[in-house]
């Protein structure tokens, strides 16, 4: 584990000038150590289907689109539910100082079977076939999976 003084840069010195019986002032100021994330989503489709990351419970944001501003150390990268898609599950990501940090996640298409049942028998006898979006034609009874 890190100590929390890491955390910081410390301010430049300073040279002060003392006086006789007088107080002087001097101040400093700290800067937090940040980095960087950037989070490409795929595959384009679900992009296009409003998929989005987020960092820490922060604002959603695009895939491609980088954070600035993180302090270093661990952050939980969060991926927006959209319909019709499995989202992936939530990531650890690694803040480095003055680094931008790159993740990914990959949402995967949800599908269902079909399966059709023609009729009348002489129809079915006679070659009666069906398809799904312009795909194979198929018999009756067929089970179309992947739709």
């Keep these: 584990t890190r100590n929390s003084s890491d955390l910081w840069d410390k301010p430049i010195n300073k040279?002060?000038?003392?006086?006789?019986?007088?107080?002087?002032?001097?101040d400093g100021?700290?800067?937090?150590?940040?980095?960087?994330?950037?989070?490409?989503i795929g595959p384009s489709a679900a992009v296009t289907a409003g998929?989005?990351?987020?960092?820490?419970?922060?604002?959603?944001r695009n895939s491609g689109a980088t954070q600035t501003?993180?302090?270093?150390?661990?952050?939980?990268?969060?991926?927006k539910g959209v319909s019709g898609w499995t989202k992936p599950g939530n990531k650890t990501a690694?803040?480095?100082?003055?680094?931008?940090?790159?993740?990914?996640g990959t949402y995967t298409q949800q599908t269902g079977s079909l399966k059709v049942t023609l009729g009348p028998s002489g129809a079915v006898s006679a070659g009666?076939?069906?398809?799904?979006?312009?795909?194979?034609?198929?018999?009756?009874?067929?089970?179309q999976s992947g739709v």
């Design 94 to 104: 690694t803040i480095t100082q003055n680094q931008t940090t790159n993740t990914s």
């Design 29 to 40: 100021t700290y800067s937090r150590q940040t980095g960087s994330l950037k989070v490409t």
């Design 128 to 143: 009666a076939q069906w398809r799904v979006d312009g795909g194979s034609w198929r018999n009756s009874g067929y089970t």
């Design 15 to 26: 040279a002060v000038t003392i006086n006789n019986n007088q107080t002087t002032n001097a």
């Design 69 to 79: 501003g993180l302090s270093i150390g661990s952050h939980t990268v969060e991926f």
């Design 51 to 60: 998929a989005q990351w987020r960092v820490d419970g922060g604002s959603w």
